[in-house]
Structures are given as C-alpha cells and as structure tokens.
C-alpha cells in the first residue's frame, strides 16, 4: 500500500516568515495529493489540493509543488499569520478523494 | 449549505461492547469515507461506500463494519471493543473520486 512520510514534526515560525512542510510518497500510482489543516478538535479541513497533472498551485499564501520524478510534494505558507497555528496533514491517493493515506503532521506554530 | 455532521460527538463505551457512529454528508454527496484517528498511528482510512456500496476498504479487523443508506448516510459499527479502539472517528464526504473530501468533526470514542 501507500506510505507517506511528512517532515519536519513540528515547525516554528515568526509571524510574517515562510513555513515549508514537504512529503513523500511511495506508490508511483498515487495522483491525488490533498493537503489539509486540522485545529484542536475539529475535524481536518481542505486547504488546497494538487493532481499530478500539475506540478504547482497557488491560492493565495498557500501554494503546493509536485514532483512526480521524485515522488514527494510540498506545502508553501508565505507571509504567515497567528492564525495559521495547527496541524497540517499531506495526503496521496491512487483512488481520487475517498481512499486517502495520511502523513503523520506537522504541528505548525506561528509566533506573533 | 450544511457541512458533514458525525453524531455523537463523544461516547464512552466498556471494552466488549458494540458501538455504532453516523454521519450524514454534505447534501448531494454520494461518497462516504471513515478514518482512525490516534496520537499513535495518526489517519488511518477505515472503509469508503458510494451508493450503498463498499468501494475500498483499509487494513481493520472485520470489528470494524460499515453501511450507507440510500439518503447516503452512513453508519460504521464496531463490535467486541477493545482500549484500543479508543480514537477520534472521522467522516468525510464527497461527491466523488474526482472532487474533494470535507470532513466531519468527529465522533470521539473512549473504550474504558
């Protein structure tokens, strides 16, 4: 099955700088690769998202790269805010949405 | 437009019992996918139905059971509980393999 891995844990950052979380994935068949933002309990919320049609995507101050070749992709926060603190989840999936293997997060902290 | 909706959100069980969560999922919505969550094995993805149909199922003993409705609600069941089936059970919903998932709050199950 899928295996993917997610760096770094935890992640601390000055409120206004750059957060990068990167992720590998195992299975070359995988070609959904979802990211998500969990916050202290509720549950995970879709915040951007990438086909391996693509190689990147941007929407707003959250922008994915893709690299097929290498099987990993990553997530780009710029301009951080405060309210950008939780847990970021990567996912990939060979069967579109409805079937996703998770990394284990990235518990990101923004310092005002 | 109303989100996906777990009920309970809590629920404390003895080990040996049963338990069954729901979730109804966002309004026209035909796919429903169930997920583990725990601080140890992180999402973990349960089973997937669309329309009435299990699609996909991941590496759970047959404890662990599911159903969908024809309205697309779903049920998952989980019998003979043991401490480790403690965790934060997800739901998510989605039109279909080609679009996105949302999630539900969760149902937080507590096996003592």
């Known amino acids: 099955g899928e295996n993917v891995e997610q760096h770094p844990s935890t992640l601390s950052v000055q409120e206004g700088d750059s957060a990068v979380i990167k992720c590998t994935y195992s299975d070359s068949a995988s070609n959904y690769f979802p990211w998500y933002k969990q916050e202290l309990g509720k549950g995970p919320q879709l915040i951007i998202d990438i086909r391996s049609n693509v190689g990147e995507k941007k929407d707003q101050r959250i922008a994915v790269t893709l690299n097929k070749t290498a099987k990993h992709f990553s997530l780009h926060i710029t301009e951080t805010q405060p309210e950008d603190s939780a847990v970021y989840f990567c996912?990939?999936?060979?069967?579109?949405?409805?079937?996703?293997?998770f990394g284990t997060g990235t518990r990101l902290t923004v310092i005002p | 437009k109303a989100g996906v909706t777990q009920t309970p959100r809590y629920l404390i069980k003895t080990r040996g019992q049963q338990v069954t969560l729901s979730c109804s999922p966002i309004?026209?919505?035909?796919?429903v996918s169930w997920y583990q969550q725990t601080p140890g094995q992180g999402l973990q993805f349960l089973f997937e139905y669309f329309s009435e149909t299990q699609r996909n199922k991941g590496n759970f003993p047959g404890r662990f059971s599911g159903r969908q409705f024809s309205n697309s609600r779903s049920e998952m069941n989980v019998s003979t509980l043991e401490l480790g089936d403690s965790a934060l059970y997800l739901c998510?919903?989605?039109?279909?393999?080609?679009?996105?998932?949302?999630f539900g709050q969760g149902t937080r199950l507590t096996v003592v």
């Open positions: 996912a990939a999936s060979w069967a579109g949405a409805n079937n996703l293997f």
């Open positions: 309004s026209g919505h035909r796919s």
């Open positions: 998510a919903s989605s039109l279909g393999a080609e679009t996105e998932a949302f």
